[in-house]
Structures are given as C-alpha cells and as structure tokens.
C-alpha cells in the first residue's frame, strides 16, 4: 500500500488508449493518469508488440491532424524509452484472439491486450471502454 492506501502495482498491461493522453493531455483520463503514477513508483508497464505499431499509427494520425507537432513524436516515443515499457513477444494464438473478441465484443488488437493480462495476472491500464467492460467482466483489475 502507497501512503493514500492504494495497493502499490509492479506490474500491468498499458494499452495504446492509455499511452496517448502522456502526448495529448486534453485525452487524460483516471486510467491514463494511474498507469503514469504506477510507472514512476517503479511498476513496470507490459505490452504486446502490437502497442508500438499502434502507437507510432495515433501519433502520425495526430500529427496530420495538427494536434501533434512535427517533431513531437519522436520526442514522446524518446521519452518512453526511458521508462520502463517492457514488450512481451509471448503472442497469444490467433484462436484465443478469436475466442475473447467474440465473448467480450473486442477487436482482436484489444483480445491482445486482454489475454496477456489475464495470463499475467496483472492490472490492465486501458481508456477503451470496451476493454474496460471486457475486463471487469472476465474479473480482471483495472488502473
């Protein structure tokens, strides 16, 4: 337990939707905010592969939009270099993709998310509220 009472994290699933707002701060969100606060208190943040390509794809797309500087994401995606992100390359197959998209209605980019959290056994930091939703209802704890 932190000093407010909350039970100290070491380890979570980050997703992309919680990522962002660390760029886009008008996205901020509860979720967005924890997995920060769990990261500088020394928790160590998972992702599937995936989170990189998805990341670097709403960057580009905030760039072209103008929410985001030329510049601006290479300087985030630097940032989070110095964190500790860790990839686990451990994918899950693509049945089980199927299989937890279909019972929670997720995309299989989401499943990804779901499934190493559970097979983890870790806290999953998502703004998606899909995911959320899948999360609680598969018993799973949220940032």
């Known amino acids: 337990m932190d000093r407010r009472g ?18 886009l701060p008008d996205q901020a969100s509860d979720s967005s905010d924890a997995a920060r606060e769990a990261l500088a208190a020394g928790a160590t943040a998972q992702v599937p592969p995936l989170w990189k390509y ?7 797309m905030a760039e072209r939009r103008g929410t985001l500087a030329d510049g601006d994401a290479e300087e985030f995606m630097e940032e989070l270099a110095d964190l500790a992100i860790d990839e686990n390359d ?3 197959s693509a049945l ?3 299989a937890h998209g279909r ?30 939703r899948a ?3 598969a018993e799973l704890p949220l940032l």
Do not use: K
């Not at 019972?103 to 995911?131: C, F, S």
């Open 103 to 132: 019972i929670h209605a997720l995309t299989a980019y989401d499943a990804a998310y779901l499934t190493l959290a559970q097979r983890l056994a870790v806290p999953l930091a998502t703004n998606d509220g899909a995911l959320r």
């Open 135 to 137: 999360a609680e209802a």
């Open 54 to 60: 998805e990341l670097a794809s709403v960057l580009l």
């Open 6 to 23: 909350t039970p100290v994290t070491e380890s979570f699933v980050l997703d992309v939707s919680a990522t962002v707002p660390w760029a």
């Open 90 to 92: 451990a994918w899950p």
């Open 96 to 98: 089980s993709l199927v």
